[in-house]
């Protein structure tokens, strides 16, 4: 379990909004065959029966696993928001809250047929602990967070001294080479979205995988208050973007998109992440979360890992030992790639 606790109330609150939760089903990445929406006290929460998440299939394929599922499985909130709602769930009635929350979707996924409930993107915590006891719990993955309390200055004394060079050394590189910064809100944003939306798809092009986004749902969130496009633009086009939340104090570093083809001579990503989190600073910001994956880099900058659990309720009839037996083989597998074993 990760020692930081206090930021899941603010880090991930936009997640628990009707206005985030709206724009990812309208954007169709996962398309539902049902959903509705629940309440969690007064924290809306979306369940959806989902027959393929390109996320998911993601952290199956990172794990090395072919298909876990059957057929198709509810989401009580998508695998794709980095929080889950519950986390939201104010005390002194979270554990009750979050339980009863879990308990009817149970009962919808029943309904639906599908063959299991996922709860994914749980941090540490009361909701998590309060849950009825699931058949697997699996740690798919954890969003690195940073305290920026104190400015841009303290937070690169922080670093070690090699890794506070080498932002500085590939900010500068970047920006000698042409580089320039950019946050764009909704309709600027739009005007340079298909440029960003395919460097979001080249990893899935190099790798041979489906694309995790798609333009129209990038388009659809940037409708959410709040949502800002990021960019390091070479000749007015981005050379790396990052779509972007933020929300009471909170900046949400949520899709990425690399022009790798200058990865090692423009330095891009370096020089955005810097840029990005110096105007942070500058606005007041008291977090920047850098969202999933690529762990031991974004450590190297300074932010801290916190593990984010899904547990798993099996509803298949007969298929709950087939599937707890799968879980448990994923969980492993992607604790290993991440090098968070346990």
């Known amino acids: 379990m990760n020692t930081i606790t206090d930021p899941g109330t603010v880090c991930g609150r936009v997640f628990a909004t009707e206005s985030w939760q709206d724009a990812w089903l309208a954007g169709g990445v996962e398309p539902s065959a049902a959903h509705v929406r629940l309440r969690a006290g007064g924290v809306p929460v979306t369940l959806q029966l989902v027959a393929h998440s390109p996320l998911w299939r993601g952290y199956e394929g990172d794990a090395g696993l072919p298909p876990v599922w059957d057929g198709p499985v509810a989401y009580l909130s998508t695998v794709y928001a980095v929080s889950n709602p519950l986390?939201?769930?104010p005390a002194p009635e979270t554990a009750r809250v979050a339980a009863g929350t879990v308990t009817e979707a149970l009962e919808t996924a029943q309904e639906?047929?599908?063959e299991a409930l996922v709860v994914p993107n749980l941090e540490p915590g009361p909701a998590l602990e309060a849950l009825p006891p699931p058949d697997a719990l699996v740690r798919l993955d954890a969003t690195c967070r940073l305290r920026?309390?104190?400015?841009?200055?303290?937070?690169?004394?922080?670093?070690?001294?090699?890794?506070r060079g080498?932002?500085?050394r590939y900010h500068r590189r970047g920006a000698q080479a042409g580089l320039t910064y950019h946050d764009r809100d909704v309709t600027e944003a739009g005007q340079v979205l298909p440029a960003f939306a395919r460097l979001t798809r080249q990893p899935a092009e190099r790798h041979g995988t489906p694309p995790l986004y798609s333009e129209a749902?990038?388009?659809a969130l940037l409708e959410v208050p709040g949502t800002r496009l990021l960019s390091a633009d070479l000749d007015g086009r981005p050379a790396a973007g990052l779509l972007s939340?933020?929300?009471d104090g909170c900046l949400i570093l949520w899709a990425a998109g690399i022009d790798y083809t200058l990865?090692?001579?423009?330095f891009?990503?370096?020089f955005l992440i810097y840029e990005a989190i110096e105007a942070a600073a500058a606005r007041g910001c008291r977090w920047v979360d850098f969202g999933r994956g690529n762990l031991e880099f974004k450590q190297r900058l300074g932010f801290q890992p916190v593990d984010l659990w899904s547990p798993v309720y099996a509803l298949a009839p007969g298929r709950r030992a087939h599937y707890a037996e799968r879980l448990a083989e994923m969980h492993r597998r992607i604790g290993d790639f991440l090098g968070r074993p346990g």
């Open 268 to 270: 891009p990503y370096y």
């Open 263 to 266: 990865l090692k001579t423009h």
């Open 112 to 114: 639906w047929g599908a």
């Open 87 to 89: 986390n939201q769930v």
């Open 166 to 168: 080498r932002l500085r």
């Open 217 to 219: 749902a990038l388009r």
């Open 245 to 247: 939340f933020e929300q």
């Open 148 to 163: 920026l309390a104190d400015g841009m200055d303290a937070y690169l004394e922080r670093l070690a001294t090699a890794h």
